[in-house]
């Protein structure tokens, strides 16, 4: 997996690729799981995570700021 340095130097259409080839890769490791492959679905959801994190960010969502009338 990479690092969090590698992926935020990614551009907004590469970082939304990039989540949704991830996505894919989790459901199917988690059906090799069984064989022993929960290792990789877990360094594959913390990138995941990282990847959305950026997206948020790159995106610049503020719905956290926003008041609700």
């Known amino acids: 997996m990479k690092r969090f340095k590698e992926l935020s130097k990614l551009g907004k259409n590469d970082i939304s690729k990039k989540i949704k080839e991830i996505e894919m890769e989790i459901v199917k490791a988690r059906v090799t799981a069984s064989k022993g492959g929960k290792v990789k ?3 594959l959801k913390k990138t ?18 926003r008041v609700a009338s």
Request: charged letters at 35%.
């Open 48 to 65: 995941l995570a990282n990847l959305k994190m950026l997206n948020k960010q790159n995106n610049g969502d503020r719905s956290k700021n």
């Open 41 to 43: 679905i877990r360094e």
